[in-house]
């Protein structure tokens, strides 16, 4: 999982995974300032000198040698039914996702939700937030995560949905709406959007990462 000052987001999340000794927990972090060695002893924290979350991730798939790669976002929170419906999915797919959950009560979240779990399924394009499982052999074939800087999870679900459809769970996997309520639903909707368009048009993901967390940050 790729970590940036999530401290208080990943011992939630760290408290949910102690329950499943069988998952290798590697957290890349890029630039922390709120001290993630303080995290559990249980987990593999790296450093990463690159900044994006796709270099993170690339690395954090080199620390382990295991066959399945689960991604994980640091502001995910993980059930027990989540860990369960994982394990039965590997038996059936080379990759896939969960259907998200946005942890918050406004109607709005739920409208959100169904459009980005319809979305996905319609299009077979998956987001960070989804949990994205995929087998280490097929990651190989399609030359592992892309190292870039932004748009990492969209451009990986383009390569991998050429060889085969993601398996979609239909168990939902919740994630923070720390965004959503920083920016407003139909702000953070709109450029959402507008950053896929402009990747889509041809913008180099680094452009889009400058302006997406502003000229100020390099990590």
């Keep these: 999982m790729p970590i940036h000052d999530d401290f208080d987001h990943l011992e939630r999340l760290f408290e949910d995974l102690q329950p499943f000794p069988q998952l290798e927990i590697v957290a890349v972090d890029s630039a922390s300032v709120d001290s993630p060695e303080g995290i559990s002893e249980k987990v593999q924290l790296i450093s990463s000198d690159q900044m994006g979350r796709g270099a993170q991730i690339a690395l954090g798939v080199r620390q382990t040698n295991r066959s399945w790669i689960w991604i994980l976002h640091a502001d995910s929170r993980v059930s027990p039914t989540i860990v369960e419906e994982l394990a039965n999915a590997i038996t059936r ?5 969960f259907d998200v959950r946005l942890a918050g009560d406004r109607t709005s979240y739920r409208v959100v939700e169904r459009m980005m779990n319809v979305r996905s399924a319609m299009t077979s394009i998956c ?8 087998q280490r052999s097929l990651l190989n074939e399609v030359g592992g995560v892309p190292e870039q800087s932004l748009m990492e999870d969209i451009e990986l679900s383009k390569r991998l949905r050429k060889i085969e459809k993601p398996l979609r769970i239909r168990a939902q996997l919740a994630t923070s709406v720390r965004k959503w309520e920083r920016e407003g639903v139909l702000a953070t909707i709109i450029r959402m959007w507008s950053y896929r368009l402009r990747y889509f048009l041809g913008t180099h993901p680094s452009v889009l990462y400058q302006d997406y967390y502003g000229r100020g940050r390099t990590k």
């Design 93 to 97: 797919c080379r990759w896939g996702r």
């Design 127 to 134: 987001t960070g937030d989804q949990g994205m499982f995929v």
